[in-house]
C-alpha cells in the first residue's frame, strides 16, 4: 500500500492536524471527554498526569496537570465554550500553579497571564473510522506574532503529534484492535515526531510490518506500556456522586 508522511498545517496563530482513526465517532468523542480515558493518551510521551477534571459542557470546567521526567510540571486550566455530543468540541485553558492561579508556562518567563489556547475539535464520520480535526491558536491573536509565541507553536506542534499517535493506540486497546496494529502505531510515534504514515486516503498504514519492524515495534510497546502505567491515574474523586463532573475527575 502506498504511504507518505503528514503534517499539520500552520493557521494564522495556531496549528491545524487531521486524522482518520478506525474507531466510531461515539468511541473518539468518549476519549476526549472522560478523564479515565483522557489521562491514558492526552500526554506528551515520557511526562505523566497530576490529576484531571472534565466537565464537558458549555462553561464546564477542564482542569489537568502533566509532570515531565526533569520534575517540571505544568498545570492547565480552562473552559468548554462549545460541546456538540460526538461532532464538535471548543475549549481554552491557560497556564495556572497548583492552586489555580494564573502564571507564565514554567520554559517561558515572559509568557503574559492572559494568554490562553483555543482548541477546537472537530470528528467527522470516514468510511468506517472517524475522522479527528484539532486546531489550536493563541488568544489574543496578535499575540501570535511574537517570539514566544513562535517557540511554544514549534513545541505543540511535536507534542500534537505525540499525543494523536497515544490516541490511536488508545483507540485500538480499548476496541480491542490486533497487537501488530497498535505496536506499529506505537513504532511510528516513539522513532518519529515529524510525521505519521498513512495511505492516500489519510488513514494509518497497517500493513504487515517487515521482520525488523516488529522487532522494534515490539520494543516500543513495551515502552508504551510502562508509560501508560505510570501516567494513568486509576482513583477517580468524588466516587459516587451523581454529577458528571465528579464522576469525571481524576487525581493521583
Not at 518567563?109 to 493563541?138: F, H, M, N
Request: aromatic fraction near 10%; proline fraction near 8%; hydrophobic fraction near 35%.
Amino acid at each position: 500500500m502506498p504511504a507518505r508522511r503528514s503534517t499539520g498545517n500552520s493557521v494564522s496563530g495556531g496549528e491545524v492536524i487531521s486524522r482518520i482513526f478506525a474507531a466510531p465517532r461515539e468511541l473518539v468523542f468518549e476519549v476526549w471527554t472522560k478523564a479515565e480515558h483522557f489521562t491514558r493518551w492526552f500526554v506528551p510521551e515520557g511526562a505523566e498526569f497530576t490529576g484531571c477534571e472534565i466537565d464537558p459542557r458549555p462553561g464546564g470546567v477542564i482542569r489537568f496537570g502533566h509532570r515531565f521526567p526533569d520534575g517540571m510540571t505544568v498545570h492547565m486550566s480552562g473552559t468548554f465554550g462549545e460541546v456538540v455530543e460526538n461532532q464538535r468540541l471548543v475549549f481554552t485553558f491557560g497556564f495556572v500553579d497548583d492552586s489555580g492561579r494564573p502564571r507564565p508556562h514554567p520554559m517561558f518567563p515572559d509568557w503574559p497571564l492572559d494568554v490562553s489556547s483555543e482548541i477546537t475539535v472537530v470528528l467527522e464520520d470516514a468510511g468506517d473510522g472517524t475522522k479527528v480535526t484539532v486546531a489550536q491558536r493563541l488568544m489574543p491573536p496578535d499575540f501570535a506574532s511574537h517570539p514566544t509565541a513562535k517557540h511554544f507553536q514549534e513545541l505543540a506542534h511535536e507534542g500534537w503529534l505525540q499525543v494523536l499517535a497515544r490516541l490511536g493506540a488508545h483507540l485500538s486497546t480499548t476496541r480491542g484492535g490486533p497487537p501488530d496494529m497498535t505496536a506499529k502505531l506505537i513504532y511510528i510515534a516513539t522513532q518519529s515526531l515529524d510525521g505519521f504514515i498513512e495511505d492516500e486516503q489519510g488513514r494509518f498504514d497497517w500493513s504487515e510490518p517487515d521482520e525488523e519492524e516488529h522487532r522494534l515495534s515490539t520494543i516500543s510497546c513495551v515502552r508504551w506500556a510502562s508509560i501508560s502505567t505510570a501516567s494513568a491515574c486509576t482513583r477517580p474523586c468524588g466516587a459516587g456522586s451523581r454529577s458528571t463532573a465528579a464522576r469525571n475527575r481524576i487525581r493521583p
